[in-house]
């Protein structure tokens, strides 16, 4: 062929090129599971529902829609139950989940640290606030989340802990002899007092005082009201063992991979903002709650300040000890409790017992 042939050969090709419509990437949907252990009667669970969800879903629709996601949802335990949704986000059984790190301690023993540490801070922004500095600042503890396969979207803060009893409870001595429900780590909170700690959940309180099994629990008023467990240990004792951290919203991590940064994006934001609403409607409802129950007949008793560090002082330093048994693990237990004491202490906080001295 001669060249001046294939000159405008070659010019009709790259015009043909350069005229040609860009491929974009084709839209796509998203069938995830979101679930947690705990029924919808709980905050953490109504609010994954009714704000996280759908919210998501509007600010994929604002984007452009491009991107859809078909949700099933599963609570209360029917996918996974509680102490089983960190597994199963992790092996994508589940996509979105709520992860109890409370019953997780063996695997996620950093985020327990407020558990370990009790007599803390009534105020669950202060709590949640420093966990979020500790993961910030801590890579330990943000690994508890990374190397389980998943990302973390935001957290949980309970209201301050007291004791329902099926018996008066007007100082620590009273618990002395008696069985006592507690989750995970807050079974350390009644040590040294001369209680029994049986290890329960929040899905068993009612049905275990009632028979017998123990006789009251330990657990956030929010959370008394509703499961109604009042009804079987009418006598509350505000102890204010603190607010405590007890989860968090995860996503598993293959999955937040295949997203396109802007939904990546739009899950962090959201997350983020689930938690601050949860810890708002916490605190809004913990007092509402305890009015309630003492409208149904519920006795309330406030332990005062003296004998709440009565009861701080009969405990063996379990945090330090704590702190101690990380260290011995490789874990920078120390640096998380002192951590988390110093977050407190900067946001106003007088403990009635300096742990770490």
Known sequence: ?????????????????????????????YRLTAA??????????????????????KRLA????????????????????????????????????????????PKMPLHNVTYMTPFGSKDIFKVVDTI?????????????????????????GLDTYGILTNFP???VDDINGHKIAAPGPSA????????????????TYYNGIKTGVFEGTLTFMTAGAAIK?????????????????AGGLSVNKDIFDSFPPYMQKIFKDVGAEWSRKL??????????ALKAMQKAGAKVTFLSDVERKRWADKLPNVPMNWARAMEKKGLPGKKVLEGYLNGLRKRGVVLVRDWDK
């Open 169 to 171: 409870v007007k100082t």
């Open 36 to 57: 947690a252990g705990h029924p919808p009667i709980f905050l953490w669970v109504t609010l994954t529902r009714d704000y996280f969800i759908p919210e998501v879903n």
């Open 188 to 203: 350390n909170w009644i040590k040294g007092t001369g209680a029994v700690a049986v290890a329960a959940n929040l899905n």
């Open 229 to 245: 467990v009042y009804e079987v240990a009418p006598y509350i004792c505000m102890v204010n063992f603190g607010a405590q951290f």
């Open 132 to 156: 979020a500095e500790l993961q910030a600042n801590i890579p330990a503890v943000a690994r508890e989340w990374t190397k389980y396969n998943q990302v973390y979207l935001g957290g949980v």
């Open 279 to 288: 810890a708002q409607a916490q605190a809004d409802k913990a007092e509402g």
């Open 1 to 29: 062929m001669k060249a001046w042939r294939i000159i405008p050969l070659i010019a009709i090709m790259v015009g043909l090129f350069l005229t040609t419509p860009t491929i974009t990437a084709q839209a796509k949907t």
């Open 62 to 105: 604002a984007a452009g829609g491009k991107d859809k996601i078909i949700w099933n949802q599963a609570y209360g335990g029917t996918v996974a139950k509680l102490g089983g949704v960190l597994e199963a986000v992790e092996e994508g059984i589940v996509d979105v989940g709520f992860v109890g790190t409370i019953f997780e301690a």
